[in-house]
């Protein structure tokens, strides 16, 4: 889609490497007609002030106002989009029966497509506006109810990749709500996959298929196998979970007699285009072979915190520079915003580092290595989920694709306060990171379209 190609002067953070933080103050940023990152130029560039000027003329440049910041679009790795209207309850369970007394039954709702559009328009609205500018959703079964999914994030402008969930185990899997079989599993998927590539045809769609067997306990052999070569006869990235609590862990290892990660890899579903959701109890064999099929995890620390029993091993899996971004995990994680699951898993971080049992002496309360900081929370919720998916976006530089947010400190109200001639531009970061809601996110562009409105051109 052509757009208006615009210039913004502004001051921007980014982390385009782990743990790294760029400000980029008062600098320029042309995006063209593709909605990619042209030009950056800073104050000190050649041509900078008359590249601002020449801008103003046209009537395409937007200037960020004090207190206003660019920020990179934030990445969720794990969404499950039916259970959005789960959100914020239902956390009282184990996980598995949380599956089935509560979301097997939300989710069967989805056979109504008007349903689905209902809850979908409403969930893509929300996210986008807690700055969510590119979203890997779980749908369901349901191909009608999926690919409406798709048409409204198309719609709406949201960065997203799909999956029609697979589930075709019938001990597992209620009667109410499963796959007929894995023949019809497999048949359904390749025609989502079609049907979405039709939907946003082109070297750079804004909107992807993913192949999703739900998780292991819920396929059939068959269904995994035929999944597989579907991944490999389209390219398709695919999604499922891994090692999420004991209850999942124990259950493939009693029916494989090995760890998720190298059954998933002997049915070819790990591939550098693989996302595993949680991955809590991965040991270190499995980040091993995680690390060299190149596939990608998400770390979802507020659902870990209610339904694994565990913490991901955050430090160790960085340390070995595997592809890690983060994830909301809604509805299993009740907050729709990637500003708190950075918290979150700075939080959970800390505590796996540093240790919770206060009877235990300091030195051995908790695992090696330091816990992460803010510059690295914020690079797994751009930079980091853009690498694991493999997309040229997450960061500011020439040539990706300009998924950006504007951040107001001073809407009413704000949680960031600011003090000239005290804050550095690191500590505002800082405190962004730290204290930033969904009311601070004033304008939302993905792909250099506006998709949240905001301040004009002038």
């Known amino acids: 889609m052509k757009k208006r190609p615009f210039t913004l002067a502004a001051t921007a953070f980014h982390t385009p490497e782990r743990g790294i933080l760029e400000v980029l103050e008062k600098h320029l940023f042309s995006i063209d007609a593709e909605g990619r990152i042209a030009d950056i130029l800073s104050p000190a560039d050649d041509g900078y002030e008359q590249k601002k000027e020449a801008a103003r003329a046209e009537r395409t440049l937007v200037e960020l106002a004090a207190g206003q910041f660019l920020l990179p679009g934030l990445i969720d790795l794990h969404i499950h989009a039916p259970q959005w209207p789960q959100m914020g309850k239902a956390l009282d369970v184990p996980l598995e029966v949380w599956l089935q007394k509560y979301t097997f039954p939300l989710e069967a709702k989805y056979a109504d497509l008007d349903f689905a559009r209902t809850v979908y328009a409403d969930l893509v609205d929300g996210l986008i506006a807690n700055g969510t500018t590119t979203a890997l959703y779980f749908a369901t079964i349901h191909g009608p109810a999926s690919l409406a999914l798709a048409?409204?994030?198309?719609?709406?402008?949201?960065?997203?990749?799909?999956?029609?969930?697979?589930?075709?185990?019938?001990?597992?899997?209620?009667?109410?709500?499963?796959?007929?079989?894995?023949?019809?599993?497999?048949?359904?998927?390749?025609?989502?996959?079609?049907?979405?590539?039709?939907?946003?045809?082109?070297?750079?769609?804004?909107?992807q298929p993913v192949i999703t067997p739900r998780f292991i306990p819920s396929c059939t052999d068959e269904a995994l196998k035929g999944l597989s070569h579907l991944?490999?006869?389209?390219?398709?990235?695919?999604?499922?979970?891994?090692?999420?609590?004991?209850?999942?862990?124990?259950?493939?290892?009693?029916?494989?007699?090995?760890?998720?990660?190298?059954?998933?890899?002997?049915?070819?579903?790990?591939?550098?285009?693989?996302?595993?959701?949680?991955?809590?109890?991965?040991?270190?064999?499995?980040?091993?072979?995680?690390?060299?099929?190149?596939?990608g995890i998400a770390h979802c620390p507020l659902s870990n915190a209610y339904f694994a029993n565990a913490a991901f091993p955050l430090r160790a899996a960085l340390d070995r520079h595997m592809h890690v971004g983060l994830g909301t995990d809604i509805s299993g994680g009740y907050s729709p915003s990637?500003?708190?699951?950075?918290?979150?898993?700075?939080?959970?971080?800390?505590?796996?580092?540093?240790?919770?049992?206060?009877?235990?002496?300091?030195?051995?309360?908790?695992?090696?290595?330091?816990?992460?900081?803010?510059?690295?929370?914020?690079?797994?919720?751009?930079?980091?989920?853009?690498?694991?998916?493999?997309?040229?976006?997450?960061?500011?530089?020439?040539?990706?694709?300009?998924?950006?947010?504007?951040?107001?400190?001073?809407?009413?109200?704000?949680?960031?306060?600011?003090?000239?001639?005290?804050?550095?531009?690191?500590?505002?970061?800082?405190?962004?990171?730290?204290?930033?809601?969904?009311?601070?996110?004033?304008?939302?562009?993905?792909?250099?379209?506006?998709?949240?409105?905001?301040?004009?051109?002038?």
Request: proline share 5%.
């Open 338 to 458: 990637l500003f708190d699951g950075c918290r979150h898993a700075l939080s959970t971080s800390r505590m796996l580092q540093s240790g919770v049992h206060a009877h235990l002496p300091p030195q051995e309360r908790g695992l090696p290595g330091a816990p992460i900081n803010h510059c690295e929370a914020f690079w797994l919720a751009t930079a980091g989920g853009a690498q694991a998916l493999d997309l040229p976006t997450g960061s500011f530089r020439r040539g990706l694709e300009f998924d950006a947010l504007l951040l107001d400190t001073r809407v009413a109200h704000s949680d960031i306060h600011i003090y000239d001639g005290y804050d550095t531009p690191e500590d505002v970061f800082q405190k962004i990171v730290l204290n930033a809601t969904h009311g601070n996110i004033a304008k939302v562009w993905v792909s250099g379209r506006e998709i949240l409105k905001g301040i004009e051109p002038r």
């Open 151 to 207: 048409e409204i994030c198309l719609a709406k402008g949201q960065r997203a990749l799909i999956g029609k969930v697979v589930m075709d185990d019938p001990v597992q899997c209620p009667d109410f709500y499963r796959d007929a079989d894995a023949t019809t599993a497999i048949k359904e998927t390749e025609q989502f996959i079609e049907a979405v590539r039709a939907l946003a045809p082109g070297k750079r769609p804004l909107v």
């Open 231 to 295: 991944a490999a006869r389209y390219d398709c990235h695919v999604q499922t979970h891994c090692s999420e609590s004991d209850w999942a862990k124990t259950f493939v290892e009693d029916r494989f007699g090995q760890s998720d990660a190298a059954s998933l890899d002997g049915f070819g579903l790990l591939t550098r285009r693989t996302i595993l959701a949680h991955s809590n109890f991965i040991d270190e064999e499995d980040m091993n072979l995680i690390a060299a099929r190149g596939a």
